[in-house]
């Protein structure tokens, strides 16, 4: 098991925040979030983190990948249809070659769920390598 870091509840502890508002083919018969739907959530997310520091999923793709590793995830209240939800993010656990992402998913500030994404780099032809120095950098900055 990669991930070890254990997600804050505490929104100020997170420097960056996305929102999104649950559409209706995301919630399942009894009218809340299906649990698989947390997953594409936390991974837009996490694009619009890397856009807001500088580097666009698209140019960090010309380079290799990103790959998730492993994920964690704990619910806590559903999330309904039309919610706005507040996603905080936060860069964790940098290592040479792994990283992990933390977030906190709230609505109106009431925590619904929180969560780790376990992430590797892989070179264009799918062979792990080392993190880009600019993700190294955001851990210590």
């Not at 870091?5 to 100020?12: A, E, G, I, M």
């Not at 009894?30 to 837009?44: F, Q």
């Not at 010309?62 to 994920?71: K, P, Y």
């Not at 070179?123 to 955001?138: F, N």
Request: aromatic content about 8%; some cysteine.
């Amino acid at each position: 098991m990669r991930i070890h870091s254990d997600p804050s509840t505490d929104p100020t502890d997170y420097p960056f925040v996305h929102q999104v508002r649950v559409r209706f083919a995301e919630t399942d018969a009894m009218g809340i979030v299906h649990h698989s739907r947390y997953l594409p959530m936390m991974e837009e997310a996490r694009v619009r983190y890397l856009d807001h520091v500088g580097h666009p999923y698209d140019e960090i793709r010309v380079d290799g990948d990103m790959a998730v590793l492993e994920v964690s995830l704990r619910y806590r209240q559903p999330l309904r249809f039309d919610e706005q939800v507040d996603i905080h993010l936060k860069l964790a656990d940098v290592t040479r070659t792994t990283f992990q992402m933390q977030y906190l998913l709230a609505v109106a500030g009431d925590i619904r769920a929180t969560g780790v994404t376990a992430h590797g780099c892989l070179t264009p032809d799918g062979r792990p390598t080392r993190l880009p120095g600019w993700l190294r950098a955001l851990a210590t900055g």
